[in-house]
């Protein structure tokens, strides 16, 4: 059996297993380009987060999507949004920057919190790139809820902030241990894929074609600057069938 493997706005994932009936979680949806590309690729349910109230306020309106005010993390409460001129908002990374444009206070909930207020049971991706705070969210689910989530795509920020590998290696140990499979298809960690054995049982034959089309994404990249072509870099969509 064929594997289909897409890359949409930076984050790798299998989409052979994605259909009408999916539900994917938008951790970090930003202008909401992952979701609504996701909708026209599989007409699924979404249910995202997005901290940033402007931003949110922004989101494109769909039945099949449910956008949430909120950042996730480890715990319900509030905590302080940092807000950059030139880079992403974030709840962790206040270094960025000399100075910060403003600082907002914006509702937290956790992963566990946002399962059982959006009544989900199963999660069939999520797509997770919230600036640091997937770490605390980590942190706080249980392996139950890890468990209903068939693959995780996920941008980690250990390359901004060195004390955060350990935490992350701390993350990757631990998925493994839950029977989850993983491939970072980026350089540092900016491009990670965790798929749920139990769920999508992968052969070895599988994961090898999975490594090699990694490689040969980066060949293609690396060709395409050779030749003076342009990256589309986290904007773009391309798909790959192993």
């Known amino acids: 059996m064929g594997i289909k493997v897409m890359r949409v706005c930076g984050h790798t994932f299998l989409a052979a297993p994605l259909n009408r009936a999916s539900v994917v979680f938008d951790f970090g949806m930003n202008r909401g ?20 109230p402007r931003l949110h306020a922004d ?47 914006v509702p937290t909930m956790s992963l566990g919190d946002f399962l059982r207020q959006n009544q989900v049971e199963k999660v069939n991706l999520l797509k997770c790139d919230i600036e640091g705070a997937e770490l605390a969210m980590f942190d706080a689910a249980s392996d139950e809820e890890l468990m209903r989530i068939d693959q995780i795509s996920i941008e980690f920020h ?16 631990r998925l493994h241990k839950l029977s989850f499979w993983s491939l970072d298809f980026s350089k540092n960690r900016m491009d990670v894929l965790f798929v749920n054995q139990h769920e999508i049982p992968l052969t070895r034959s599988e994961k090898f074609k999975l490594i090699v089309t990694k490689y040969w994404r980066a060949l293609v990249r690396i060709m395409g600057r050779l030749v003076g072509k342009q990256d589309s870099g986290n904007t773009g969509l391309s798909q790959v069938r192993v």
């Open 33 to 52: 380009v992952f979701s609504k590309t996701m909708l026209q690729l599989f007409g699924c349910r979404i249910f995202g987060a997005e901290a940033h």
């Open 59 to 105: 989101l494109p309106v769909h039945a099949n999507i449910v956008a949430q005010n909120v950042a996730i993390a480890g715990k319900q409460g509030f905590l302080e949004l940092n807000v950059f001129d030139r880079h992403c908002a974030s709840v962790v990374f206040d270094k960025l920057e000399a100075q910060r444009g403003q600082t907002i206070s």
């Open 158 to 173: 250990d390359f901004l902030d060195p004390d955060q590998l350990a935490p992350v290696r701390r993350v990757f140990e």
